[in-house]
């Protein structure tokens, strides 16, 4: 899959990749650099086909069954945030996610027969679905997100992590001009170049999830420029 902010695309691969027009060890960067690293090799699995290696917050490489993980579940008692592997912003993570996502959701519209995906798939500040307000299957694709949450939370939880991670590179140039800074007039010459990063009004980054017809998956930052207003669910 390749991946534009336009959404302009000439073809679709199996894997993700971010173009954005920034300058050292941005979002698109750092992600096509480690996808090329990689091979795009398929994410290491046990015995069941929905167990992947994952970077948590207990670990690097611990087996997740993203089915489970992203099935919502009542919970019973008391519940310590710190025993819950929480899925970091890595790269490796947006790419599994990015595939297991793209393939449910394939399989969500075959299951019930919606012809084509929306344009865009996009999670308010709040996690709440926005739909395009021209996309004809708005309804029908609610629905089987309803009947489905475990489709809509991986939908999510990839734009999630994608956008932290873009806010993360953005901010590498920064961290890595401080890291070799020799002077103190050295140190307030970065921080000004980089002023605003510190802007407490500053937008942050959003990644949204693009669709072809065919429902490949392209992972795109948002614009500020939309043709029509959106529908959030």
Known sequence: MEITNTVSQTNSQ?????????SNHTFSDIFIAYQEKQAVVEADKSSADAVFKMN?????????????????????????????????PTAHNIDTLSKYSEKEFKALLEQYGIPSPPA???????GQLVLPADYAYSAELKQAFSENPKVENALRT??????HYAGIMEGQPFRDEMSIART????????????????DNRQGKQIILNFLDDGNMLLGEKTNTTKDSPTIS
């Open 184 to 199: 103190q007039a050295d140190r307030e010459r970065i921080a000004e170049k980089y002023s605003y990063l510190f802007d």
């Open 56 to 88: 948590t917050t207990q670990g690097v490489q611990q087996e997740i069954n993203l089915d489970e993980y992203l099935t919502p579940s009542p919970l019973s008692g008391s519940v310590n945030i710190n025993d819950m592997p929480l899925l970091l």
């Open 14 to 22: 199996s894997v993700p990749q971010i173009n954005q027009q920034k």
């Open 158 to 163: 990839t734009a999630a992590l994608a956008s």
């Open 120 to 126: 865009t798939i996009e999670f308010d500040t709040e």
